[in-house]
């Protein structure tokens, strides 16, 4: 059987709004993003063999990655 939602509690079972996020609050400390973006490309650096001369590579990756 289905029970019947009364006006009071179809309000209580809607969907609340997001507050609205401002470009202030979500932005992260540049020292903390070249920290995250460094140990990124640190880690692809390993994953892909410790290859000398590829440092630019692995970090515009792991810039790329981070970002998305």
Do not use: C, N
Request: charged share 45%.
């Amino acid at each position: 059987m289905s029970k019947k939602i009364t006006g009071e509690e179809e309000k209580k079972t809607k969907a609340v709004k997001p507050k609205k996020v401002t470009p202030q609050q979500t932005a992260v400390k540049p020292e903390i993003e070249a920290e995250e973006i460094r140990l990124a490309a640190y880690y692809r650096w390993e994953e892909k063999g410790k290859i000398d001369g590829s440092h630019l590579d692995d970090w515009f990756e792991a810039e790329d990655s981070l970002t998305d």
